[in-house]
């Protein structure tokens, strides 16, 4: 079985400040990680996904995040956030063979101020 | 449709009644899932459906829990003698198929907020 660990809670910024939401996971197999956001009163939207490959993915809004096997994390960031980021972030996570139901984290509340 | 859709985007009723939420998935998506978000907690894993067929129920938190899907589309979760403990937001989603990797990336409704007196 898989787990995932989302370290913040909640994580305040100002506008225009880098940011960066930690994300580690457990997992006896290989993975396949993924984050989501969920605005206000919506469902959750895909971010990024990493499957295989490039351990450094971009998604949309400018996010990216790295994928660190050795560390067993998926680090989310953007290098300059925007008060339209203000949002809830879920990291998820699995298994590449087997469950095909991701386990997700608790989420991580990014809230940006003026 | 374009999105996955759930019905209704609020519910409020009184403890002891039953409750229907209804989900309607992307046209083609074989694999629907239902989840619980409550207060401040991630997404707890209710049910999944491959077609009509629910292969994992390992997730409904009690008896009172209930889903079918009709069609290989709309799923219908329903929750039987409500508990003030059952009130959160249920999330829809569907995929492609139910398998790991790009086909099984979800796609969630916006859910229902049901709230019990």
């Known amino acids: 079985a898989q787990s995932v660990t989302q370290l913040d809670s909640q994580v305040p910024v100002f506008e225009e400040a880098p940011v960066e939401l930690r994300c580690n996971y457990s997992s006896s197999v290989s993975v396949y990680l993924f984050w989501y956001v969920q605005y206000p009163n919506q469902g959750l939207q895909l971010l990024l996904k990493?499957?295989?490959?490039?351990?450094l993915v971009k998604g949309i809004n400018g996010f990216e995040a790295e994928f660190n096997k050795s560390q067993t994390s998926f680090h989310l960031r953007k290098p300059s956030v925007h008060i339209s980021d203000t949002a809830e972030y879920f990291c998820a996570v699995s298994m590449s063979g087997g469950s095909y139901i991701p386990t997700f984290g608790r989420g991580t509340s990014l809230i940006v101020h003026p | 449709g374009a999105g996955v859709s759930q019905s209704p985007s609020n519910k409020v009723t009184e403890k002891g009644k039953d409750v229907e939420l209804r989900c309607d998935p992307i046209?083609?998506?074989?694999?629907l899932y239902w989840y619980r978000q409550s207060l401040g907690q991630g997404l707890e894993f209710l049910i999944y459906?491959?077609?009509?067929?629910?292969?994992?129920k390992s997730g409904l938190p009690s008896d009172r829990f209930s889903a079918e899907r009709t069609g290989g589309s709309v799923s219908t979760l329903t929750i039987q003698r409500t508990q003030q403990e059952d009130s959160a937001v249920y999330l829809c989603a569907s995929s492609l198929a139910p398998v790991s990797g790009t086909k099984n990336i979800q796609y969630f409704g916006a859910g229902t907020r049901l709230s019990v007196l």
């Open positions: 459906f491959q077609g009509n067929s629910a292969p994992d």
């Open positions: 046209s083609g998506h074989t694999a």
């Open positions: 990493y499957l295989s490959g490039s351990t």
